[in-house]
């Protein structure tokens, strides 16, 4: 969705109403550049799926990181749910 692309796409099919942009429903007339070579195309989810669970990580390590600030070692349960909500 990020690929300039799309993103020329997108733009083209954006419309202005008052304030607000927005694509509405045109959004699916948006093509999107999905590789045709199998090994391009994993090697992409690979790298995707690397890039998702690396950021699942430091999410996590922040939230540790503030209970340490705190001065608490371990979150009681009702930070670990206070936590993941945020």
């Known amino acids: 969705m990020n690929a300039p692309i799309v993103r020329r796409q997108m733009r083209a099919k954006q419309f202005t109403r008052d304030i607000i942009d927005t694509l509405g429903k045109r959004l699916f007339e948006?093509?999107?550049p999905i590789p045709k070579d199998a090994q391009l195309?994993?090697?992409?989810?690979?790298?995707?799926?690397?890039?998702?669970?690396?950021?699942?990580?430091?999410?996590?390590?922040?939230?540790e990181i503030a209970l340490e600030v705190e001065g608490r070692d371990t979150p009681t349960a009702d930070e670990i749910e206070a936590l993941e909500n945020l």
């Open 30 to 32: 948006v093509l999107l």
């Open 41 to 63: 195309a994993a090697r992409i989810a690979k790298e995707t799926r690397s890039v998702i669970d690396t950021r699942a990580k430091l999410r996590d390590r922040t939230k």
